[in-house]
């Protein structure tokens, strides 16, 4: 059983990336997925939510409009497009799937936004 994140790299400001958040041993589907994020000396933030039953999604105020959580129960998968990406946006991001009595954490992918 584990998450497992992906996608992260090194993007200019201004440029996208897409995060993946794979689940093996379980079904994400029955999981509400957050994107959390964490930069050097600060602590963690939430950055976006999708729950299991309605998908509906929710998304801290400094990535509204730039962000978008969306999942492919097929791929057993949750994704974090994000577009406009500002050097503030730069840190580790962290998935993390919470079902009725277990929580699950993946081990992070570095985002950095530097010119």
């Known amino acids: 059983v584990q998450l497992v994140e992906s996608g992260g790299g090194l993007v200019q400001p201004g440029g996208s990336l897409r995060l993946s958040c794979a689940a093996s041993g379980f079904a994400l589907s029955g999981y509400a997925v957050t994107w959390f994020r964490q930069a050097p000396g600060k602590e963690r933030e939430l950055v976006a939510t999708?729950?299991?039953?309605?998908?509906?999604?929710y998304y801290t105020d400094s990535v509204k409009g730039r962000f978008t959580i969306s999942r492919d129960n097929a791929k057993n998968t949750v994704y974090l497009q994000m577009n406009s990406l500002k050097p503030e946006d730069t840190a580790v991001y962290y998935c993390?799937?919470?079902?009725?009595?277990?929580?699950?954490w993946g081990q992070g992918t570095q985002v950095t936004v530097s010119s």
């Open positions: 999708i729950t299991s039953v309605a998908s509906s999604t």
């Open positions: 993390n799937a919470r079902g009725s009595t277990t929580v699950y």
